[in-house]
């Protein structure tokens, strides 16, 4: 069996494979809240919330948060995206309990002083500026506020500076209080641990957290975005952009199609795009692309940063890279080794147990029902050149492409027939 599970008495989910050829286990509390469940004028509270739960709870200051688990040899940590957060903590075996004692306090427990608060709303503030002042990561902010424009999925996880600014204490409370409930959290577990101890040290620690009576809900993507070009001029050495459009969601069968094609397209350095920006014309030094899924919609992205002088030329290299995937399809060749980089890729994750803990939290969480590896890689193996081929059709279109571009752009109109891909 690849996994097991069961649910605690309120409602939490817990997930776990035991690794017993692995000296650590690996701990992680899921809960369905991100970004996109926010109203604007709060953007960003669930990234905030995530940076104050380490600050000290009833039981622990912020120091010894730290000790409980780097005392010991552990690592920890938290992220947030646009559908869920998440805190992890990697541990020796002999140390299992303390992950539950650990997060389940960071959970429940948040003093959320207004000193600490303070506090990291300018920390919050000064890394939302540091990624404005780094154009290859901010291109992608950018990139994604057209593409979703007026809607959650369009503004940045962290929030944006006005937002950030308004949050008050008791916004933190109430959001904490609606949202990081039984229904909304899952608890994934991989590594060397005995089974007992996991069910045990579950009910213990998680079996208090109360139950609202319903899921957290987001607001459907369904509007497109009618701009579909957006230029910053910055002088820069570089000129930074990101290419792509909308996809399908994380549901959707047609998924799979959708990550060959992208392998193919410019997914690893033997992708058609590596091969004809930077091998043949030497035009960047990286370029790439990638596919996101959310619950509803999806997206995928090309990106790269090419000399100011060069960015006409690099685009339209790339358009005609998708008319040519589009119009004239794609070698059976080349969707075999797609198919074997992507299943080899998929399956090296399981090699390492926070990696193998983020699948199953993320899946349980999102999806109820984990997809199993086996299940996975037959989908992967059961696409087609006529799969493919069918996605290529459906996405790399002219209405279904925007352009976002960092750097000393003069003429948006040279940019603008870019768009003109078919």
């Not at 007026?150 to 209080?177: A, T």
């Amino acid at each position: 069996m690849e996994w097991k599970e069961f649910t605690l008495d309120n409602g939490i989910g817990v997930i776990y494979k035991n690794l017993k050829e692995f000296y650590s286990v690996c701990v992680g509390v899921w809960v369905r809240i991100g970004s996109r469940f926010e109203d604007e004028k709060i953007s960003g509270i669930s990234h905030f919330i995530e940076h104050l739960l380490f600050k000290g709870t009833k039981k622990r200051t912020y120091r010894e948060i730290k000790e409980s688990v780097e005392g010991v040899g552990g690592s920890f940590n938290g992220f947030t995206s646009e559908e869920v957060t998440c805190y992890w903590i990697k541990i020796l075996k002999d140390y299992f309990e303390i992950p539950f004692d650990v997060l389940s306090d960071m959970v429940q427990n948040p003093l959320f002083k207004e000193n600490d608060i303070e506090r990291e709303r300018m920390v919050i503030i000064e890394e939302i500026n540091m990624y404005r002042d780094l154009p290859s990561r901010y291109v992608h902010e950018l990139f994604d506020e057209i593409v979703f424009h007026g809607h959650p999925l369009g503004r940045p996880i962290s929030g944006r500076i006005e937002s950030v600014k308004n949050i008050k204490r008791e916004d933190l409370l109430d959001f904490l209080q609606k949202n990081y409930t039984a229904e909304n959290i899952v608890l994934s577990i991989c590594g060397n641990f005995e089974e007992d101890d996991l069910k045990r040290y579950s009910e213990k620690y998680f079996g208090s957290i109360r139950k609202s009576g319903k899921e957290n809900e987001f607001i459907e993507f369904k509007n497109r975005s009618e701009k579909r070009l957006k230029v910053l001029y910055k002088e820069t050495e570089q000129c930074h952009f990101c290419l792509g459009g909308l996809t399908f969601s994380r549901f959707d069968k047609r998924k799979y199609a959708l990550q060959v094609l992208n392998i193919i397209l410019g997914g690893n350095m033997s992708s058609r795009l590596f091969n004809e920006v930077r091998e043949k014309r030497g035009l960047a030094y990286d370029i790439k692309s990638y596919v996101k899924f959310y619950q509803d919609t999806g997206n995928f992205v090309i990106s790269a940063g090419v000399a100011p002088s060069k960015i006409t030329e690099a685009l339209k290299v790339i358009k005609n890279e998708l008319i040519k995937i589009r119009e004239k399809g794609v070698k059976k060749k080349e969707i075999e080794m797609a198919k074997k980089f992507l299943i080899s890729q998929f399956l090296m994750v399981f090699e390492d147990n926070l990696e193998y803990m983020m699948y199953l939290g993320e899946e349980k969480l999102l999806k109820k029902k984990p997809s199993s590896i086996k299940e996975t890689v037959e989908s992967i193996k059961k696409v087609n050149k006529d799969d493919v081929e069918n996605v290529a059709r459906d996405i790399l279109n002219n209405e279904n492409l925007y352009i976002c571009l960092i750097g000393p752009v003069k003429k948006e109109e040279d940019i603008e027939e870019i768009l003109e891909i078919s």
